[in-house]
């Protein structure tokens, strides 16, 4: 079945350095793919979002980047600060209605002051 | 600030009881989604409404069901409480766009714990 995998599980960092978190995807009919972060006690909340006709976006100190061929999306983050630490959702969508979004599982980000 | 409100945010109630969540959606937006999670788990995608029909269901159990009014607040009731049914519950909304992926903006949640 469809499925997204987000590695790694968990990631700790020093502060200022950079973080990247891999998502790859199964279906190639998605075309959407929006990153999102949790903090403890909050709903995800939507960072970054690429479309399958753009190869990278970048947003200040947050970047995305898709490659269409090998059904892969990451996250960068680069000079990281603690208040980055949260847990960090990849997902992929092919259309409208929340079934075609798939999410992965999660990473949970520790930055380290 | 998302702009989806949820309500109640914390909820604790017996096994066997029935617990009504509510939503209210971005201003603008048409449809609802329903996520479940629990705890280090990810979201897990319940049912979808649009315009108050519903529109994909997931992984809804039987026990549970969800309606969207006319003035596009929505509702999950959750009935014959289980201890497995502890988890957060997280409202979505977003515009429907033709084609293409949606945006879909969460609510801060609602936490239950059945007891």
């Known amino acids: 079945g469809e499925n997204v995998e987000q590695h790694p599980s968990t990631l700790s960092v020093q502060e200022g350095d950079s973080a990247v978190i891999k998502c790859t995807y199964s279906?190639?009919?998605?075309?959407?793919f929006p990153w999102y972060k949790q903090e403890l006690g909050k709903g995800p909340q939507l960072i970054i979002d690429?479309?399958?006709?753009?190869g990278e976006k970048k947003d200040q100190r947050i970047a995305v980047t898709l490659n269409k061929t090998a059904k892969h999306f990451s996250l960068h983050i680069t000079e990281t600060q603690p208040e980055d630490s949260a847990v960090y959702f990849c997902?992929?969508?092919?259309?409208?209605?929340?079934?075609?979004?798939?999410f992965g599982a999660g990473t949970r980000l520790f930055v380290k002051a | 600030d998302s702009g989806v409100t949820q309500t109640p945010k914390h909820l604790i109630t017996a096994t066997g009881q029935r617990v009504t969540l509510r939503c209210s959606p971005r201003?603008?937006?048409?449809?609802v989604y329903w996520y479940q999670q629990s705890l280090d788990q990810g979201l897990q995608f319940l049912i979808q409404?649009?315009?108050?029909?519903?529109?994909a269901k997931g992984n809804i159990l039987e026990r549970f069901s969800a309606q969207q009014f006319p003035d596009l607040h929505s509702e999950l009731n959750l009935s014959s409480l289980e201890l497995g049914d502890s988890a957060l519950y997280f409202c979505?909304?977003?515009?429907?766009?033709?084609?293409?992926?949606?945006?879909?903006?969460f609510g801060p949640g609602t936490r239950l714990l059945v007891l």
């Open positions: 279906d190639s009919a998605s075309n959407y």
């Open positions: 979505a909304s977003s515009v429907y766009p033709v084609g293409g992926g949606e945006t879909q903006y």
């Open positions: 201003s603008g937006d048409l449809s």
């Open positions: 409404y649009y315009n108050g029909e519903e529109r």
């Open positions: 997902a992929a969508s092919k259309g409208t209605g929340g079934f075609k979004t798939i």
């Open positions: 690429i479309r399958s006709n753009v």
